[in-house]
């Protein structure tokens, strides 16, 4: 199994480059009162699509061969992923076969249709997910761009760390929420082989704990139809995305969901920016674990943005 370097990063970064936004990276002196510590928040939710995933389906797509392109492209995911492949797709004139949950949020189910992606919905488990796609996959021949599970997609998703590794001096903590794990896993390759002293911690919610559970028993250990507010983390780690956060990761942290909740308003009030909860479970981590981040330089990845701003849970 093949595993991306800070070289392929740096690679793919150089490729997207003039198709992305270089993200900015804001803070809050009320905040860092609040917490007892500098924050860094890197906002992948000014990122196009509202999500990091545009790095990683930009980089999937512009991979492609002429021969793939015309075969289309297809994916499963509950939002992000899916908003991003189909811009991407968009954009090189080829289509985008999405498979997307039924308890999608409407948000992101709008944001599919208006980039161009054909919704085919499942049930809210993996395997209708994956068993749902394949047959999308059979009958159009599309090439699969996974959420997480490929290396170009993982690349692509590690130029958020790369860029903030040139945007601020090197914290004493970096974060970033997991899910599938493509954007921890990129975190972690960017992070380990730019920064000597940084110690990168993963957040998750505890009631989808695949990942602290796996990172723990030193083995892949699939979710098992979580329910958390953070409906981008729904998803299992993958064996390649396991096998990067294992080797990399220096610690793994879960959060409640009242926690998450609060992180929200949070970030909603001192940085004045939208955020959704995903993004909000690093921060979430922080409330619950105080004592590990007291006095310390952290930043954080904001992975996105998409919400429904008449269903916020504050």
């Not at 007892?36 to 930009?58: H, T, W």
């Not at 959420?147 to 760390?161: E, K, L, R, S």
């Not at 919610?205 to 695949?210: M, T």
Request: charged content about 20%; proline content about 5%.
């Amino acid at each position: 199994m093949q595993l991306p370097s800070l070289q392929n990063i740096k690679t793919a970064h150089a490729l997207i480059k003039p198709f992305i936004h270089e993200t900015p990276v804001m803070h809050s002196e009320l905040l860092n009162l609040k917490m007892g510590c500098q924050l860094l928040f890197k906002c992948e939710n000014f990122q196009k699509v509202g999500a990091f995933k545009f790095r990683g389906a930009s980089h999937a797509v512009l991979q492609l061969s002429a021969e793939e392109k015309k075969r289309g492209v297809a994916t499963h995911s509950s939002g992000n992923h899916a908003a991003a492949l189909a811009k991407a797709a968009t954009m090189n004139g080829i289509k985008a076969h999405i498979v997307m949950p039924v308890n999608a949020p409407g948000v992101k189910i709008e944001a599919v249709k208006a980039y161009g992606g054909q919704i085919t919905f499942c049930e809210p488990t993996l395997d209708a997910r994956e068993t749902t796609l394949q047959k999308v996959m059979d009958a159009t021949r599309a090439v699969l761009v996974h959420p997480y599970d490929n290396f170009n997609v993982i690349c692509g998703q590690g130029t958020a760390c790369l860029e903030l590794v040139s945007q601020i001096p090197e914290p004493d903590v970096v974060m970033a929420p997991i899910g599938g794990g493509g954007l921890m896993s990129g975190t972690c390759i960017a992070a380990k082989n730019s920064w000597k002293k940084t110690r990168i911690i993963g957040a998750e919610p505890a009631q989808a704990n695949d990942a602290f559970l796996s990172f723990q028993a030193n083995k892949l250990i699939p979710a098992n139809n979580p329910k958390t507010i953070a409906d981008g983390l729904r998803t299992s780690l993958s064996p390649l995305t396991f096998e990067i956060i294992n080797s990399h990761l220096d610690e793994l942290l879960t959060c409640s969901e009242n926690a998450i909740v609060e992180a929200m308003e949070l970030v909603y009030k001192y940085l004045k920016i939208v955020i959704e909860p995903s993004s909000a479970v690093p921060l979430a981590v922080m409330l619950e674990h105080r004592e590990k981040f007291t006095g310390k330089t952290v930043a954080i990845i904001l992975s996105g943005g998409n919400v429904d701003l008449k269903n916020l849970p504050f």
